[in-house]
Each structure stands twice: as C-alpha cells, then as structure tokens.
C-alpha cells in the first residue's frame, strides 16, 4: 500500500536474481527473521514478496545481505500481536535480554550472542542510537531489524555484539488511508489489559508531500500483589501491633504516544523529512517479585507506592540528495529522555535499626542527545560500490537520588536524628560526552560471483563527568558532602572489517567475514565515596574493551524454493571486558577491565511453504560463553559462563490462511518459544522456559477480527534478578501469566 516520493542512491548495488522473487522475504538467515519472511502479502501466484532492508546503509533484500539478521515487517508484528520488545525479542534466536542493574527505567538490557553488559548491544530508531533501556512500542514500525555481530563499522560504538533498529513507517505520496485498532484482555490472576491506536496517511500538494501520523494508549494490566505485613517484614522488627493487609495489582502501567513524519519532494532529487516520535510510560510498580516466580507476591513492612515514569522525545530531520553517482544522506536528531522510580528504600537504612520509619527511594534521570550523521551511499556504474560518511554525537546526562529521595524533612527518622530537614542521601551525577567517527565500507565484484568487501570505523571519545554525593549519611562518617573530582577520559581507535561474498548460483549466497567490535570506556564516579568507606584503589575510570569475530553462513533455496535452509556459525574473542565487580557497600561500586571471555555459537533456521497460505517455520540459536581468564576479579572465574545467556533459544511457527467454501477467509497461528536456562548478574540459576501462543480469526474486506491466546501453558519464567534502588534488596522479573482477548483491526 506505500509508495515512495523519490529513488535516488538507495537500493543495492548488487542483487541476486532468483527464480521466485518471494525467496529473499522466506530465507532468512536466522529464524527470528524467518516469521518476518512469511508473513508478506500474497501474490496472486499464492507466492510471498520479498522485504526489503538497509543494514548495510542501502536498501537491498534482506536475503542479499552477507551478514547474519532477522527482520520483522509491521505484518508480521501485528501478526503475532507485538507491541513491545519482549513480544518479538523471544522470537530471534541467540537474543537474550533482562534486567542487570538497579531501578527499573534504566536497567533493562539485551544481549546479542552472548555478549552481555551495559553498551555491549545497540538500539536504535531510524539513524539514531537511542539507550538500550528504551522499550518503544512497536506499533507504527515499517520494520524491525536485528543484526548479529559487530556492527562498528557502520553504525558505530556499542554494537560490538549487535543492534536492534526499528524503522519507523514514512509518509506515502500515493494515497489516503489509515487504521484503527483495539484489543481487549485478561490476565490469569490479575486485571484487564486495554489497547487503542490509530494512523492516518494524507497526501499534500499534489503528491509532491505526504503526511503520515499515529497515536496510541496501552494499558497492561497489573499481576503482583504487596503484602504489607508490619510483623514479619523482610527488614526485621516492626510493629507488632499493626494488622497485615494486601494491595492488589501494583504493577499496572500506562504507555502514551505518537509520531508524526513530514515527506516533502523539494525538487526531482531532494528529500526532506522532519519528524517526531513521543512515547510515556507510567508505571504503579515493577514486575518484580521476592524469591519464587510461582508467587507474584512483594512482602514489605509499609505500603509506600513504588511508581515509576519513563518519557522521552526524539525530533528528526532528514536529507536525502540525489547525485548521478548516488546520494548523499544526512540525519539530524535531537533525543531527550527524563526517568524516575519511586521505591521502598526502607532496606537501605536496616542497619539503623529504625524498620519502622517509611522510607521513599527516588532515582531520576535526564539526558539529551544530538546525533549527526551524514553519508554517501554510491551506485556506480561497475564494480566498485562504496558508503562512507561521518557521525558526530554528544550527550549531557544528569541522574541520581535527589535530596527529597530516602528521607522526607518532618518523619520519624528526621526528628529522631536531628537531620534538620535534609536527606539520609542524595546524589548528583553530571555527565557530558562527545564521539566523533569516520566510517566507510566498499565492495569490489572480483568476478560475476566473488566480491571483497572492506571497511571500518575510527572514532574518538571525549568524557567529563563530576560526581557529589550528600546527605546525613555521610555525617555518620565524619566526612560531610563529598564532591567527588571532576574526571575525564579521552580515547580514540580504528575498527576494521572484512568479508567475502560467493554467489555460485542463484539459489545460494554464501559469506565470510571478521569485524572488530568496541565499547567506550568510561568514568567511576564513585571512587572518591569508595575510598571513604574504606575501599582503597579504586580506578577513576576503566578502559574500553574489544573483540574479534568471525562468522560463516549460507543462504539456501532447496527444492524449487519450496523450502529454505540458512546456517551462520559465528566464534567471538572479548578482551579487557568490563564489569561492576567492586563493592564499596552501601550501593557503592566500581567497574574494571577484569578479563578475557569467548563466545561460539550457530543460527539454523529451515522454512517450508506446502502450499497456498501455509508456512512452517523453525529456528534454533546456540551460543557457549565462559570466561577465560578472570583476570584480578575475585566475583568471576576461569571456565565461568557469562550472565543472563541461554545456551539454547529456539522457535517454531506455523501460520495458516485459507477461505471457506462460502468465500469466508480465515487464519490461524501458533507460536512456540524457547529459552534455555543461564545464570543471572548475581549468579542465581535462571530455569529455561517456554512460550506458547495462539492466535485465530477471520478477515473481512476491510477488518480484521481476532482472538488471542498469549503463554497458554501459564509459564512462570524468572527473567532477572535485579537490585531495587535499595542496596542489597533481590528480587526477581517476572512474565506475564496467561492472557486472553480479543483484537480488532479496521483499514480505511
């Protein structure tokens, strides 16, 4: 249904020319990207189209592309119902994800064949890298992407195991139209979910503009329940004359949003395209249980609301320019996110001896990001072809306890200690960061088969950042305010990459290729509070780590494109990884470059299409991680897997469309999802789990009618362990429990 204003220096240079065009959209090169293959509109042939993608900084068929990936279309994602990232992540192999720090806002991560921590993986919306603890909802996307490896070279740091980039729909030139959509559901032992959103496309100025919007209101409903138990809280002592009660369905939460995206053909090569995407997301409480995954239950001695708010804008302007021998492409972002948790910070001050007084943790944090990035993406005559550009980025971020956080001026805690009104503890944190990079990538077609590709990455990294840690605490320690020092770190590299293109023939793509990955180091801002309470040798700031890998994989079509097979094998080296190994107490800590680990793993997946309007599809990632050398930690070991990693991820899908004889179409899907067993950030086992889900209904010429059935088995899976706000106080992420409900989709 979309059209394109212009096409100018963007497709790929070279393509494979296959028999049936649907087979770059079924044969993909890990299963993840298998349901985004089949679920492409139907040819009058009964065949599927291909989808299309820009990995490589071009669009090409995601089939072409000598790199390992998966790919949802907006298809496929409203076919299996996905609204947010865990709807999708669980459905690519050797995709990993939890939560592996404190609060809830800023702590969610993923993971990308197995290379796990903070910055190891990307996220990013359109050109932008956005922070991997985002969670935007997916429900105006024209794709999801989800490319395996390191990515340096194109898309720049923190992408040494992957990224994930959503690419938001564009406005279409060619015509009116538009959807509403609603669902409605129960969740097992908890409340109703509620889902509305909308979009419009209009054409302007006869065609040579078009302006596309959305909008949309998501309530989950809430599971958890807290138990308030002034007898036996989790902190020792209370109150023993106060009675237990239960507040039901705390971790209800709220997400509003939209986006709004301007295409204008300035001229026959000239694109221009400002936009805007908004997304709130309010929350009664975290999906975090103590102990057991089985009892959605939180026992605590007061009930204090643990609310939480994530809000974020990202303003674009994007510039395309047609040139004979391409295009040139640049993208202009401004992001700003603020966050805050709200939380029972009554553990943190156990050691006083005062369970009794209510105590409220607030985390808050603001960041704006500017992100530049300008590039020339060739279409040679020949066959040299070659995108090169440049990126710019800074970053201003504040972020920790406030003074109203742990202690509000007039409790118990205040009168009995005399704190005049100020906090137990506060903390500021200010940062600002620059990267500069120079990125290019080139193929040369060495014959009508083999091509050579080269490319790589340099960058430099500049970072400042200031620290003052406040509050009574601190006169406890005689020391008063801590201003820690003012830090900076400043490194600069190149990141190269290689790789080797086959096309024996048609039906087979077969590639090679090394590429080195890179996080940037960073600043421990905590080290002048560390050594106070004793920890002595804390470094101001660790290095950035790196890593090498190497992947192999083959594209296939077998038996008259009537079934597709797809392997990438893939071995990664991690030098001086990074991770928070120093404990300082009270929720003081440090990271270091502790070591050496590796990663060696596959992604096999096979698609077989019996017929009209029915696939089978199964997938299955494998990835070993260990740890080789522990370097000075104490926390990890030699042989040690690393954290949060299934070894086994795997996906069966089938999908099936037909008509009844009286010209009725219906269809049907089921999903089963796979996720081996690993170990948490504190080293807790995680047991594996498994993920089913149904989903029925009937098309009508304009609507969409349908009844969904989400973990139909009920699994209870411990999906993190993290820390709350408060220091020492574990608890465990949980999934939703079974849902049911009814979805409706009108086209206009």
């Not at 999801?144 to 340096?152: A, D, N, W």
């Not at 960058?459 to 620290?467: K, P, T, Y």
């Not at 992947?551 to 097979?565: I, M, P, S, W, Y």
């Amino acid at each position: 249904m979309t059209g394109k204003f212009r096409s100018i220096g963007a497709t790929s240079a070279r393509t494979l020319t296959r028999p049936a065009a649907w087979l770059s959209a079924v044969a993909l090169v890990a299963f993840g990207g298998v349901q985004g293959a089949y679920a492409e509109e139907e040819t009058d042939a009964g065949v599927l189209e291909e989808i299309l993608v820009t990995a490589t900084k071009r669009e090409s068929a995601i089939q072409d592309v000598p790199i390992s990936m998966a790919a949802f279309t907006q298809e496929d994602l409203i076919e299996m119902g996905a609204v947010e990232f865990a709807d999708y992540a669980t459905a690519v192999p050797n995709l990993s994800f939890g939560f592996s720090g404190e609060g809830r806002q800023t702590s969610r991560q993923f993971q990308v064949r197995g290379i796990f921590g903070a910055s190891t993986s990307a996220l990013y919306i359109n050109d932008t890298p956005v922070p991997i603890t985002m969670d935007p909802r997916v429900l105006d996307v024209e794709r999801v992407e989800v490319l395996r490896g390191p990515q340096g070279s194109l898309f720049g740091s923190r992408s040494m195991g992957g990224l994930v980039r959503l690419v938001t729909r564009q406005p279409d030139p060619e015509e009116s139209y538009g959807s509403l959509h609603a669902r409605a559901g129960t969740v097992k032992d908890g409340g109703e979910d509620y889902l509305v959103d909308g979009s419009f496309n209009i054409p302007l100025a006869d065609g040579k503009a078009a302006l596309r919007g959305s909008a949309y209101y998501v309530a989950d409903a809430g599971f958890i329940d807290r138990l308030v138990d002034p007898d036996n809280s989790i902190v020792g002592g209370g109150d023993p004359s106060g009675d237990e009660y239960t507040s039901s369905e705390i971790n209800e939460d709220r997400t509003t949003g939209f986006q709004l995206s301007l295409g204008v053909q300035a001229s026959d090569n000239v694109y221009i395209n400002p936009g805007v995407i908004y997304q709130k997301f309010e929350s009664d409480g975290p999906a975090f249980v103590d102990n057991e995954i089985d009892n959605f239950v939180k026992v605590r001695q007061h009930n204090l609301d643990e609310t939480g708010e994530d809000e974020y804008y990202l303003l674009s302007l994007d510039l395309e320019i047609g040139l004979e021998a391409g295009a040139i492409l640049s993208s202009t972002t401004f992001f700003n996110r603020e966050t805050e948790d709200l939380e029972d910070g009554t553990q943190a001050i156990a050691f006083l001896g005062l369970a009794t007084v209510p105590v409220r943790t607030i985390e808050a944090g603001d960041s704006d990001r500017v992100t530049q990035e300008i590039r020339f993406v060739s279409e040679f005559d020949g066959p040299f072809q070659l995108v090169a550009g440049g990126f710019y980025q800074s970053v201003e971020l504040d972020g920790g306890f406030p003074p109203e956080s742990f202690v509000e001026p007039g409790t118990a805690m205040d009168l009995f200690f005399g704190f005049g009104g100020r906090s137990f503890f506060s903390l500021l944190v200010e940062s600002e960061s620059e990267e500069i990079g120079l990125f290019g990538e080139a193929s040369y077609d060495l014959n009508d088969q083999l091509t050579f590709i080269a490319g790589g990455r340099w960058f430099d990294i500049e970072v400042e950042s200031s620290r003052k840690d406040g509050g009574a605490l601190f006169d406890l320690y005689g020391t008063g305010e801590i201003a820690g020092a003012e830090l900076s770190l400043s490194e600069d590299g190149f990141n190269p990459r290689v790789g080797l293109q086959w096309l024996p023939n048609s039906d087979v793509n077969v590639y090679a290729n090394a590429a080195k990955g890179y996080r940037p180091g960073g600043i421990n801002s905590a080290a002048t509070a560390c050594e106070i309470l004793g920890v002595t040798n804390v470094p101001s700031s660790y290095d950035s780590d790196d890593l090498w890998s190497y992947e192999v994989g083959v594209k296939t079509g077998l038996a008259d494109n009537r079934v597709t097979l797809n392997v990438a094998a893939f071995t990664m080296d991690w030098n001086d990884f990074r991770s928070p190994t120093i404990n300082c107490g009270l929720g003081f800590g440090a990271s270091e470059n502790t070591g050496e680990a590796e990663s060696r793993g596959f992604e096999v997946d096979v698609v077989l299409t019996p017929g009209a309007g029915f696939t089978v599809a199964a997938g299955v990632g494998y990835t070993n991680t260990k740890i080789t050398d522990a370097g000075a930690a104490t926390s990890i070991a030699e042989g040690d897997p690393l954290p949060n990693v299934p070894e086994w991820t795997a996906v069966v899908t089938v999908n099936h469309d037909f008509r009844l004889n009286n010209g009725l179409d219906l269809f049907w899907r089921a999903d089963y999802r796979y996720i081996d067993s690993s170990v948490s950030r504190s080293g807790l086992h995680r047991p594996a789990y498994r993920l089913v889900n149904l989903r029925g209904g009937v098309r009508l010429d304009r609507m969409d009618i349908a009844v969904y059935l989400e973990n139909v088995t009920n699994e209870h899976a411990n999906l993190a362990d993290p820390n709350e706000l408060s220091d020492g106080l574990n608890l465990l992420a949980v999934n939703r429990p079974f849902t049911a409900g009814v979805d409706l989709r009108y086209r206009f």
